[in-house]
């Protein structure tokens, strides 16, 4: 049984990272949890319900600044939600072990994505939808896609893929990355909340208690956002998804 100053730790440290890194949150909160006993198939939709908190916490204010592209977060995000649709179906269907061990790896190629960020960070300055190149969108909305479904399973905001992508495949700073990955997660996470709702996996107080943390560290986080050089944001994020990668693997191959 986890004291509640637990969840609420947990859930201020991924909403402060994961406003920094343009992420969900639950690539921090779903092995933390997990590293406390909690059951994967647990963690996952409460990780989802603390995620809106991230989305929603600060947002304004980089919104404010130009940073949030709404339209290019509500053209990837039709796909995302269609594979969070498929990846609340996938969940029941799988093992804990494999779940944790499949989040490892994940989180390990995620790692790796990031130290490739480093030449492409100043981003290619497109303006519109119709300046970038037809086959980055397709690619970027199968990415999208693929971001979805990895949500709705592993309980994470799809962010550990989505902004790789927006930088690597669609040109954007890292900055702007972060900012319209927090858009997008949100819209995505609310998918499966639903969908985990629906089939009754959610944890009311578990996910109060995430959500509440989240939130407060979100909008903290905005704050200094732009304070942080891209290189620093590149670093952070490869280390925690190095340590957590590497510690998930474990976990699921020792059970």
Known sequence: MLNPVEPLAIGFAAGFLGTLLGIGGGSIMVPLLVLLGVD????????????????????????????????????????????????????????????????????????????????????QGWERLSDIPVWRLALGWLVSLVAGLVSAVFGV???????????????????????????????????????????????PMLSLLLLVGTYTGATVSARLLLRVRAKTLRLIAALYYLAMGLYMVYRGLTG
């Open 157 to 203: 905001g799809g962010g550990v893929l989505k902004v790789p992508l927006l930088v690597l495949v669609l040109g954007f700073s890292v900055h702007a990355a972060v900012a319209t990955s927090k858009l997008m997660v949100g819209i995505t996470a609310l998918t499966g909340v639903v969908g985990h709702a629906l089939a009754g996996r959610v944890d």
């Open 40 to 123: 994967i198939k647990r963690a996952v939709p409460a990780s989802l319900v603390a995620i809106l908190g991230t989305s929603l916490g600060g947002l304004r204010r980089l919104h404010s600044r130009g940073l949030v592209d709404p339209r290019m977060a509500v053209f990837l995000e039709s796909a995302s939600i269609t594979g969070a649709v498929i990846g609340v179906e996938i969940l029941g269907r799988l093992e804990s072990r494999l779940l944790t061990l499949l989040l490892g790896l994940i989180l390990l190629v995620s790692a790796v994505g990031f130290t490739a960020l480093k030449r492409l960070s100043a981003g």
